[in-house]
């Protein structure tokens, strides 16, 4: 090893990236700064994220917004962390992207 260090591009650490245009990132509030510093890696790649906390549109409910920006991403991530699992609207959110058939990305904090 010679000490440098090498600089991965994001497109080839996020193989995620390279196979869907545009995702949906399920994750607890708790963990918002995770899902927000991913979705920067993953947009450097050309994909689109979509992370409720920053772009869902006012004035809808909730369930509205959320059904409606996982009804047109082709790509769902789920992100796993004692928080997300015990969320309501993480496990309503799986539930849709599986009856939905969306391909399913869990990623997990630990």
Known sequence: M???STIVP???RLPLARKV????FSYSPDDYEFALKLAE???ATGAVVWLYDRDA???QFWDHRVYDALTKCP???VIL???SVSSGSVKAEVHFALHQ???SHPGSLS
């Open 81 to 83: 962390s004692p928080s």
């Open 21 to 24: 245009k545009a995702v949906f």
């Open 10 to 12: 994001a497109r080839e």
């Open 75 to 77: 790509g769902f991530l």
């Open 101 to 103: 058939k969306k391909g």
């Open 57 to 59: 549109p006012a004035g």
């Open 2 to 4: 010679t000490g440098k």
């Open 41 to 43: 890696d993953v947009e």
